[in-house]
């Protein structure tokens, strides 16, 4: 139990702080430093009534003279003695939105569909009413009478400052019914448990101590911004100009997620956390945990392992069963495995609105126009991971934004997911010509071995077939076109020479002598290279050769970053805040350069990118 719990907790932490969660954090950052409108400027009171620290200017003395005035049986007026100084109300705001969303995330994922299920409502209502709520709450923070309106529910209890944080509680219940997270294997655990109405004391267990895990990083970020409008005094002068500010922007978020806006955002941005969530959620002891959630069946599937080597025989591909309907096929009528022997098969665990599995869709497109003729077929098994998901007309929609022509198989029970013991979204799973698993893959990357895997394959089924070239390249074939990503992770690295890279300690680096060969790169200076990230100390610097139009890295923290091509510089960049992709060059055509970084030091730095 308690690894079970520490899973949780872990798997919280690495999700509150994914690229899947940022249209929310700028809302829980101003949600925490907003206070009721007629608060601001106002004095507390002491228990008897007295206003304590002044009132409006001008009232001075006057003021306490009429609060003071009492009626005696000679008319004399008594004077009152001095009250004593009242503590002001702290601004519980913070607590109040982070509670509300952990509490309605929670609930709602365990228990939304059987309430739903139960009451007839359509899958997507939740969605609808937490969008509903984040227009109310910025209407409240625009217009204070519609936030004593969202108060009104808790008039009774019985602490007045709670009372006051009504609204950030429902801003918070609002906003756990539109959290859409990366899901690794522990939040796929919940929610499969939840979609099914398996709850069990475990399943609880991990759904409480993975809500706790998400809510620490945001609390953080709100109480940022609660000590931000403290100690800002432009803040407590502008407090009225900020509500509205904070108001217009939760409206804005609401249109945005409505209209899937902040989708394409979120696509463009790396998922930094990936690998340390794949570390930890999918670790041995995370298995061994999560697997005595689910059944025993179709073992032989762990004969392979996520992103083998090799092509290995995993026994009988699972049949596709369970499945609510069919589209993407003629009359929409349902595809039998056995009907596809002799092709090779590739099965695709998605779920529309997920961004990882957004940003793998464009491989997929590319791999089923380049290899269709030569006898690939792929079946897009769509699994949802909230009861929206559920709604047909919203994946047909979501397909056809991300261009999906390829069969989609609506597995709302998730019967599927469990034939193919899956645990992640997206997850791709190769089947050969004779109707046997020969390899899967978890999560997003390693695009071009699973290339190397349906090629293999294909030429397997027919040794005669004439192949395309490969949609995506190896290092070495990139090397005329353009450079790959390349992480900046101690355990994913490559490409790099120099100084040996030293584990999550400050280690003092120097570049080789001579030239930088091509799409290499190494360290100078002082780094910690971390598995997540390098960060730069002092005197750090970074020269990369590379070749393309442009060149890309996500860097996070605060300070300036020196670029340098050829020798030349032409261009310092200013970084602020949480990770973030900033452009470092930007060619007309592709070149080959070599680029020199003169890091800050504290900056992170996570992925480059090349364009």
């Not at 448990?193 to 895990?213: H, K, N, P, Y």
């Not at 190397?452 to 070239?469: F, G, N, S």
């Amino acid at each position: 139990m308690v690894t079970l719990i520490l899973i949780g907790l872990l798997g919280g932490l690495i999700t509150a702080v994914s690229p899947c969660i940022l249209p929310v954090l700028p809302v829980v950052f101003l949600a925490g430093g907003t206070g009721r409108g007629e608060d601001a400027g106002k004095c507390a009171r002491s228990p008897g009534g007295t206003e304590v620290g002044g009132g409006a200017a001008g009232d001075g003395g006057r003021a306490a003279d009429e609060r003071g005035s009492g009626g005696t049986a000679d008319g004399a007026v008594a004077t009152a003695p001095p009250a004593a100084p009242a503590r002001v109300p702290r601004n519980r705001r913070p607590y109040a939105v982070v509670a509300g969303l952990v509490v309605s995330f929670a609930f709602f994922t365990l228990l939304g569909v059987t309430i739903i299920s139960a009451l007839g409502l359509p899958q997507d209502i939740l969605r609808y009413v937490g969008l509903g709520l984040l227009v109310l709450i910025g209407l409240g923070l625009i217009f204070p009478p519609v936030e004593r309106l969202l108060e009104k529910p808790f008039a009774r209890l019985p602490q007045r400052q709670v009372n006051k944080e009504g609204s950030a509680f429902a801003l918070g219940l609002g906003l756990g019914l539109l959290y859409v997270p990366c899901a690794g294997p522990v939040l796929a655990a919940i929610t499969i448990a939840g979609a099914r109405g398996e709850i069990s004391s475990d399943i609880v267990v991990l759904t409480l101590s993975f809500a706790v895990g998400t809510a620490v990083p945001l609390l953080v970020f709100a109480l940022a911004g609660r000590r931000v409008a403290d100690r800002v005094a432009a803040f407590r002068r502008r407090a009225r100009g900020l509500r509205i500010a904070a108001g217009c922007l939760m409206i804005v978020l609401a249109l945005g997620l409505a209209l899937d806006v902040t989708a394409a955002i979120q696509r463009s941005l790396p998922d930094y956390t990936s690998g340390v969530q794949k570390k930890i959620e999918d670790s041995d002891a995370a298995r061994q945990q999560l697997s005595g959630l689910y059944d025993n069946s179709n073992k032989e599937l762990s004969r392979c392992e996520d992103g083998a080597d090799e092509l290995r025989s995993c026994g009988k591909a699972p049949a596709l069963e369970g499945i609510d309907s069919w589209f993407n096929t003629p009359g929409d009528r349902p595809v039998d495995l056995k009907s596809l022997r002799g092709k090779v098969t590739l099965v695709d665990f998605w779920t529309y609105s997920c961004i990882n599995c957004q940003r793998a869709v464009p491989h997929l497109r590319d791999w089923e126009r380049a290899y269709r003729d030569a006898g690939l077929r792929i079946i897009g098994v769509h699994s949802p991971e909230f009861a929206f998901e559920k709604k047909r007309s919203n994946v047909v929609a979501g397909a056809e934004k991300l261009g999906v022509d390829w069969p989609v198989a609506l597995d709302n029970d998730l019967t599927t997911w469990d034939n193919y013991r899956n645990r992640f979204w997206p997850a791709k799973y190769l089947i050969d010509a004779e109707g046997t698993v020969r390899y899967f893959k978890f999560g997003e990357g390693e695009y071009d071995k699973t290339e190397k895997m349906i090629r293999e394959l294909l030429r397997q089924a027919d040794p005669t077939v004439t192949l395309p070239e490969p949609t995506g390249r190896a290092m070495d074939d990139l090397a005329a076109d353009r450079t790959p990503e390349t992480y900046l992770s101690n355990l994913r690295i490559r490409g790099y020479v120099g100084t040996p890279l030293v584990d999550d300690r400050p280690t003092a680096y120097r570049f080789p002598k001579g030239s930088l060969p091509l799409n290499k790169l190494s360290l100078d200076g002082t780094w910690t290279a971390g598995y997540e990230q390098f960060t730069a100390g002092k005197d750090a610097k970074l020269a990369f050769t590379y070749r393309a139009k442009n060149a890309n890295l996500v860097l996070a923290g605060t300070g300036k970053v020196t670029v340098l091509v050829n020798g030349e510089a032409t261009k310092t960049i200013s970084v602020t805040g949480s990770p973030t992709l900033y452009r470092l060059t930007d060619d007309k055509d592709a070149r080959t350069a070599r680029l020199e970084l003169r890091v800050d030091e504290g900056l992170q730095a996570y992925v480059f990118t090349f364009g």
